[in-house]
T-cell receptor, first 111, second 113 residues
């Protein structure tokens, strides 16, 4: 069965303290892996799409990487405004056009 | 370019009633997907519409239905509401559907009493 697991569930960092969020997936044929950021009471905001192992994408303080089994979202020198829930989602060949979301990582950055 | 819009933003209903939610995709986008988000289950896929046809469906009962119009706007209907249907309902649009990037709307917060 296709599955997406995110860890840790919650992460508290000091401003400027770099870290990584993990997204492990078990799917039959990855068609795409997506990272979103969600603020409380709002819809998810698109960050990155990764399609194949070895691919990397960067945006400001965020960098997403992909292997055959997992993806990492690296956050460098975070600021308080980076506090949010970060969601990972995958689309698998076996699931046609269905997309499966992980449960998210709640990131809190203290000033 | 305007983003995805959803109406209404908030809704309170009672058990047994039905509700219709609306979603207007980004201009030019032909695919609209619907999701239910709850604290316990997270984000779950309901269905996807592309060019007025339902292309895929998640594991939800038949009380949940949808449709898409020729201008790509979409509606989602939930009949015979249950307390467990209380959730944030999100729609997302993309140009041609998955695995292309989806852009989400702000959601409709539904409370069933």
């Amino acid at each position: 069965e296709d599955q997406v697991t995110q860890s840790p569930e919650a992460l508290r960092l000091q401003e400027g303290e770099s870290s990584s969020l993990n997204c492990s997936y078990t799917v039959s044929g990855l068609r795409g892996l997506f990272w979103y950021r969600q603020d409380p009471g709002k819809g998810p905001e698109f960050l990155f799409t990764l399609y194949s192992a070895g691919e990397e994408k960067e945006k400001e303080r965020l960098k997403a990487t992909l292997t055959k089994k997992e993806s990492f979202l690296h956050i460098t020198a975070p600021k308080p405004e980076d506090s949010a829930t970060y969601l990972c989602a995958v689309q698998a060949s076996s699931s046609a056009s269905k997309i499966i979301f992980g449960s998210g990582t709640r990131l809190s950055i203290r000033p | 370019k305007a983003g995805v819009t959803q109406t209404p933003r908030y809704l309170i209903k009672t058990r047994g009633q039905q509700v219709t939610l609306s979603c207007s995709p980004i201009s030019g986008h032909r695919s609209v997907s619907w999701y239910q988000q709850t604290p316990g289950q997270g984000l779950q896929f309901l269905f996807e519409y592309f060019s007025e046809t339902q292309r895929n469906k998640g594991n939800f009962p038949g009380r949940f239905s949808g449709r898409q119009f020729s201008n790509s706007r979409s509606e989602m209907n939930v009949s015979t509401l249950e307390l467990g249907d209380s959730a944030l309902y999100l729609c997302a649009s993309s140009l041609g559907g998955l695995p292309e990037t989806q852009y989400f709307g702000p959601g409709t917060r539904l409370l069933v009493l």
